[in-house]
């Protein structure tokens, strides 16, 4: 797959998104193989799972964590829009990522729901405990079916984003598309590593991280 090609080609072992959840104390590495094989699940699981094309749209309704980037990661090797929030910011799509408390907003739109917890292992909803509503997919035991590998027409990363540059760069997430792109994406195709910290950080949390990651800038 193109989508990582360069890092997969140079250095597919180094750190390439870290997402802290300071919530549950969690903390995830990713390197670009990594982020390649999971791009490849979900990419692979969007056209044959639910049978979307560069034609459809999906919604990201979650809060910021490393399932929500992935997501985006493997719709973007699909060809197919991410739109991030709820029913009423992204109007129609055709499927959404969203969490089983967020599952009732999205009820009546129409849209296939694909329920994704908060687990920081990736285990699925009733894997962790709750219950799946009647006609929800559940993410994580369907996602680890498909292969690590994505057959299709996939874009080169830094073809698809902003011009970057290679820094580890620090945020505390993203809003929109826009800013998911510069924040996390970008460094990322530009040779970089975005450094995520998702649920409420004090200022001196966030520098105590950013030492602790060597993180060259701040978003």
Known sequence: MRLLE??????????????????TGARMDFSAQTLDNWASKIA?????????DPSSAIAIDLPVSWQAAVTA??????????????????????AVFTSLERYDAWASSGA??????????????????????????????IVRFYGDVYYGDAPALSSVV????????LSTGWTDRESFQRDVLSPIAAGG???????????????????????????
Do not use: C, H, K
């Not at 692979?44 to 979307?52: Q, R, S």
């Not at 990661?73 to 055709?94: K, M, N, Q, T």
């Not at 729901?113 to 799946?132: K, M, N, Q, W, Y």
């Not at 910290?197 to 001196?204: H, I, K, P």
């Open 6 to 23: 360069n890092l997969l080609t140079t250095d597919p072992a180094s750190p390439r998104l870290t997402v802290y959840n300071e919530t």
């Open 44 to 52: 692979n699981m969007l056209g044959e799972e639910l049978d979307l």
């Open 73 to 94: 990661l493997g719709a973007v090797a699909a060809r197919i829009e991410v739109r991030f929030g709820g029913p009423s910011a992204v109007g129609e799509v055709d």
């Open 112 to 141: 296939d729901a694909v329920l994704v917890s908060d687990d920081p292992f990736g285990r699925g909803i009733e894997e962790s405990g709750g219950t799946l509503p009647a006609g929800a997919l559940d993410f994580g035991p």
């Open 162 to 169: 902003p011009d970057g540059t290679p820094e580890r760069l």
């Open 193 to 219: 590593s975005s450094v995520v910290v998702a649920g409420r950080v004090s200022t001196s949390r966030l520098s105590e991280i950013a030492e602790n990651e060597r993180v060259t800038a701040r978003a």
